[in-house]
Nanobody, 123 residues
Framework: QVQLVESGGGLVQAGGSLRLSCAAS????????MGWFRQAPGKEREFVAA????????DYTDSVKARFTISRDNAKNTVYLQMNSLKPEDTAVYYC????????????????WGQGTQVTVSS
């Protein structure tokens, strides 16, 4: 089992920045691929970014490329999502997810999920 706890959400003006953190416990973190997903009201949960277990593979959805950066610190069992140049359309609940080893972008590929953290971007 893997437990995930997100933090760092909040209210920010358009153009601002936030850094989300996700702390993992329960399984060797270094063997986990980590993903960030988001869900806006009335919409499906969508892929945002993911990083492989070793950090060598990274993927982003097109709408966040060049604005968001995913990273991991295996010594701290934590994955981060640095979000810059935020837009109102980035408003959503952001979820951290984990799976064994390889990076995937489909939400059904992730068996472990955090409780989510709200990000609200005002215009």
């Amino acid at each position: 089992q893997v437990q995930l706890v997100e933090s760092g959400g909040g209210l920010v003006q358009a153009g601002g920045s936030l850094r989300l953190s996700c702390a993992a416990s329960g399984r060797a973190f270094s063997s986990l691929a980590m993903g960030w997903f988001r869900q806006a009201p009335g919409k499906e949960r969508e892929f945002v970014a993911a990083i492989s277990w070793g950090g060598r593979q990274i993927d982003y959805t097109d709408s966040v490329k060049a604005r968001f950066t995913i990273s991991r610190d295996n010594a701290k069992n934590t994955v981060y999502l640095q979000m810059n140049s935020l837009k109102p359309e980035d408003t959503a609940v952001y979820y951290c997810a984990a799976r064994k080893y390889e990076l995937r972008t489909a939400r059904h590929e992730y068996p472990y999920w955090g409780q989510g953290t709200q990000v609200t971007v005002s215009s």
